[in-house]
């Protein structure tokens, strides 16, 4: 079992390492590598040569306003109990504080095999933890210093972690560096000319998503109000705000330990086939989602058939429940 952290307060962000990039740019940059993760030119190619690191985050009311989200190079949204929860996607972004971090779910794993990620979570019952470990996901849990607790929240809705000291903790288990091997999706120009200005997500009667095109981004509403981030010392809370959302509709059945013991737990089913959106600049193409096994990325095609392109930019990537509604207008 690995060992709890304690409480502190807010200290100094680590300088173990070089600086890192504080926020992800979606301006296009010189030619240069283009990054598997979100499409998004790089000029330092070594930044997207290493392993993604991906944080499991809570999205309990009392869990927000997040922090670190708004720099994650992508987001995934995913069920779980009677809410949703997030999983921050870092690459070539590291983030120094960002959270919370809360624990596994079966689904958590197949998403981030195609990516060579290893996982952060806060813990996890046994079995869904042997889910992991049998889909070849490695897992870092609570450990300090790259996990630590802060104490202007209860917990568990209060532990933080870095996506570097984490990155460095990988690297010291012996767990592969391997980059990506392929892009996570297709990159290129939206096919789509159907507005969609404003997109709602039914998740469930209490979570109700609408993301709404402003200024070039969709933002994040809960009802009628943004839902934000913070930073470290809660001096600046902004709207969540990105560049393109994907939405992969998916099967989804609860599932228990196989012995009886601990609870079930909402299950995503993300081999096969189902309808897909992609929004983005105000507009949005539909089409199919196929995929085949947990080693491979979500293949897109347009409802013509021709594969579907995703602009590059900071993603947020729904896999989101096929008997709920996605409205747009």
Same mark, same amino acid.
């Given at each position: ?60 009311? %009392?869990?927000?306003? #997040?922090?670190?989200? *708004? ?8 069920? &779980?109990?009677? !809410? +949703? ?92 560096? %391997?980059?990506?091997? #392929?892009?996570?999706? *297709? ?8 507005? &969609?200005?404003? !997109? +709602? ?129």
């Amino acid at each position: 079992m690995e060992p709890a952290t304690t409480t502190i307060d807010p200290v100094p962000s680590p300088t173990t390492s070089a600086a890192t990039t504080t926020t992800t740019t979606t301006t296009t940059l010189p030619k240069g590598t283009q990054s598997p993760l979100n499409g998004l030119y790089v000029l330092d190619e070594t930044s997207v040569e290493r392993r993604v690191i991906a944080v499991k985050i809570d999205n309990h009311a %009392e869990a927000r306003p #997040q922090s670190g989200v *708004e720099q994650a190079d992508a987001m995934i949204e995913l069920m &779980a109990e009677g !809410v +949703t929860r997030f999983i921050a996607l870092s690459l070539q972004t590291d983030i120094d504080y960002l959270g919370p971090n809360r624990s596994v779910r079966p689904t958590d794993p197949t998403l981030v095999r195609p990516l060579n990620a290893t996982l952060v979570i806060s813990g996890g019952q046994d079995w869904i933890k042997s889910i992991v470990s049998s889909v070849g996901v490695p897992l870092n849990g609570e450990i300090p210093p790259a996990s630590f607790r802060r104490s202007h929240r209860s917990a568990p809705h209060n532990l933080y972690v870095s996506t570097l000291l984490h990155r460095n903790l990988a690297t010291r288990r012996g767990y592969s560096d %391997e980059p990506m091997q #392929q892009r996570w999706f *297709e990159w290129g120009e939206l096919q789509g000319t159907e507005f &969609a200005t404003e !997109v +709602t997500l039914n998740w469930t009667p209490g979570l109700v998503v609408t993301w709404k095109y402003e200024e070039g981004r969709y933002v994040r509403y809960l009802g009628q109000n943004t839902q934000n981030w913070t930073d470290e010392i809660r001096e600046t809370i902004e709207p969540m705000a990105y560049d393109t959302l994907i939405v992969i509709m998916a099967e989804m059945f609860w599932q228990g330990a196989p012995s009886g013991a601990g609870s079930a737990v909402p299950v995503m089913t993300t081999i096969g086939s189902g309808v897909a959106q992609v929004f983005s600049g105000g507009k949005v193409t539909t089409g199919t989602w196929q995929r085949r096994t947990n080693n491979d990325p979500f293949t897109l095609h347009t409802d013509s058939g021709e594969e579907m392109l995703v602009p590059p930019g900071q993603l947020w990537v729904n896999i989101f429940p096929r008997d709920r509604a996605v409205d747009w207008d």
